[in-house]
């Protein structure tokens, strides 16, 4: 799962920086402060004969703060910061957010530090499933698709209030960490662009990024498309993405479909998702799927604070491959999790 469970507002996440189902610890003289959490116990069941995608605890905290301050009338600064322990085999810390900017109302925000890739408000689209999916920000392959260390983001929503429903985003980065690709120092330069279609519930999204590694002239170039609807507690989304390397090609396309059932107490949403990523002679590994499998799940919304989740991997590989950029296996996986968050 790369996303909450409970359906961020990711435009309004990044651009104001505030976090869904957050507690309010300070609201004075233009200063707010929430905190927000979450613990996440999570068990995978499988073939424990493969150990590409580890069976077993997969248990995470997270905790983090999301802070704004009013300077004038239109100008406000914001800041995120968010971390994440695993509690099970194999325990780390991971600094997932930590980034401050400046709001300037209609006129867009901007924001330096370690932030979602630009590309991720596409990918987004299908990176819904109670666990499983977002395999388009999960490798080293997709440009700027995923949390990235020493980016700056320009973001506008509404086009600068000429354009209800458009939305675009300018990042840039130049660390020694990442751009979403694996290696030495690196340059990155991303885009994107969604537009919600007025009340229809549909909206479409585009974006490019491309990145150079230091030392050398291999360019890496990502494009993605998506196309979202939601409305009557119905959500289907589509994804395609397309990046090209000077040796090689990878092209992933993601479907998925959800219906939420509410009751007294609580919402229901079963979901199923197919979800295939091809590599063509990526550093002469040869061609072959390194993801491809349907979904089945289902998640339990108790509240805005409790959410029990199962969900149902069915691999339709044939061989468990490591490709070096990623990992391929036939493995069918279950896992059960409950999600306490504030």
Sequence with gaps: MKRNLLAIA????????AANASIEVWNKDGNKLNINGRVYALNYLGDTKNTIDEEGDKTTARLGFTGETQVTDSLSGYGRAEWETKAGKGAFKETRYAFAGLNFGQYGSFDYGRNDGVLKAITAYTDVLPEFGGNASDNDLYVLSARTNAVATYRNSGFYGLVDGLDFAVQYGDNKADSNLSGADK????????????????SIGGGYATTTKAGDDERYKTYMAGVKY???????GALYSHTKHDDAKVKGFELVAQY???FEVGRL??????????????KQAGSDYFAKYVEVGVQYDFNKNLTAVVD??????DDDKDFGYAKADTKNTLALGLIYQF
Excluded: R, W
Aim: aromatic fraction near 14%; charge should be negative.
């Design 260 to 262: 939420g059932f509410d």
């Design 187 to 202: 340059e990155a330069f991303g885009l994107n662009a969604q537009y919600a279609i007025l009340d229809t519930g549909l």
């Design 269 to 282: 949403t079963p979901s199923v998702a197919y979800i295939q990523h091809k590599g063509t002679d990526y």
């Design 10 to 17: 990711i435009p309004a996440l990044l651009v104001a920086g």
């Design 312 to 317: 149902y991997k069915i691999n339709l590989l």
């Design 230 to 236: 939601e409305a009557y507690n119905l959500y289907l």
